[in-house]
């Protein structure tokens, strides 16, 4: 079965550091772009970060200069390096991944994580 599994979440005070991790099986993740999404409550999914299979990479305006994409594919895992963490951070945050390209639009990608809970409060 293909399968993408989020862990590393949590509570955490503002100004605090979390480091989420999305572990693939079923598949190997060097061919693939992964992006990670998230979803507060009363809000639309946005789009977070993504990166590519030569590991260039790009994120929102919300969360660039904080947040730091990567990934090992021998360990068939990536990962998102959230710092300087604001309440507004607080969501489910997914990743996902597809054959190829890296893009924005959460349509275009075919495997994803079940969600894991951020949290970012006082």
């Known amino acids: 079965q293909l399968q993408l599994v989020e862990s590393g979440g949590g509570l955490v005070q503002p100004g605090g550091s979390l480091k989420l991790s999305c572990a693939a099986s079923?598949?190997?993740?060097?061919?693939?772009?992964i992006a990670w999404f998230r979803q507060a409550p009363g809000k639309e999914r946005e789009a977070v970060s993504w990166i590519s299979r030569i590991r260039s990479s790009d994120y929102a305006d919300s969360v660039k200069g904080r947040f730091t994409i990567s990934r090992d594919n021998t360990k068939n895992t990536v990962y998102l390096q959230m710092n300087k963490l604001k309440s507004e951070d607080t969501a489910v945050y997914y990743c996902?991944?597809?054959?190829?390209?890296?893009?924005?639009?959460?349509?275009?990608?075919?495997?994803w994580g079940q969600g894991i809970q951020v949290t970012v409060s006082s």
């Open positions: 079923g598949f190997s993740l060097g061919g693939h772009a």
């Open positions: 996902a991944a597809r054959q190829g390209g890296a893009t924005w639009n959460a349509a275009e990608y075919d495997y």
